[in-house]
C-alpha cells in the first residue's frame, strides 16, 4: 500500500509554469506505475500523463503534449508533473495515482488505479 501526498499547486498566470510533486508518505512508489488525472469544477477526472514504474514509457493526453513532462525519482521516492505554457483550460485540481501492474492500454483509465492523492489545486489566469 503507498499513500501519496501532492505539492507544488498553485496560482499562475498564462504562459508560466508549474511542476508538481507526488511523494510516497508510506510505500515505495518504484512499486508502482504512476499517473496525474485532473478535475475541473462539475467535469469527470481526466487523464493527464502516466509513466511506468521504470520510468522506460510514458504518455499524454493530446490536450498537455510538448507542454507537460512526467518524470519519477524512484530513489527518492517521488513523481513530478512538469507544465509549462500553462493555458487557462488547464485549471484544475490534479491528483497522483499509483497502480499496481501496468498496461499502456489502460495507462489512462481511472478506475485501473488504486491509490490517489488528496489533489493540489492549479489555476491559470489569463
Known amino acids: 500500500q503507498v499513500q501519496l501526498v501532492e505539492s507544488g499547486g498553485g496560482l499562475v498566470q498564462a504562459g508560466g509554469s508549474l511542476r508538481l510533486s507526488c511523494s510516497a508518505s508510506?510505500?515505495?512508489?518504484?512499486?508502482?506505475?504512476m499517473a496525474w488525472f485532473r478535475q475541473a469544477p462539475e467535469k469527470e477526472r481526466k487523464f493527464v500523463t502516466g509513466i511506468s514504474w521504470s520510468g522506460a514509457l510514458s504518455r499524454y493526453a493530446d490536450s498537455v503534449k510538448g507542454r507537460f513532462t512526467i518524470s519519477r525519482d524512484n530513489v527518492g521516492n517521488t513523481v513530478y508533473l512538469q507544465m509549462n505554457s500553462l493555458k487557462p483550460e488547464d485549471t484544475a485540481v490534479y491528483y497522483c495515482a499509483a497502480r499496481m501492474g501496468f498496461t499502456a492500454q489502460t495507462m489512462d483509465v481511472t478506475t485501473m488505479y488504486q491509490y490517489w492523492g488528496q489533489g493540489t489545486q492549479v489555476t491559470v489566469s489569463s
Open positions: 508510506s510505500g515505495i512508489i518504484s512499486d508502482y506505475a
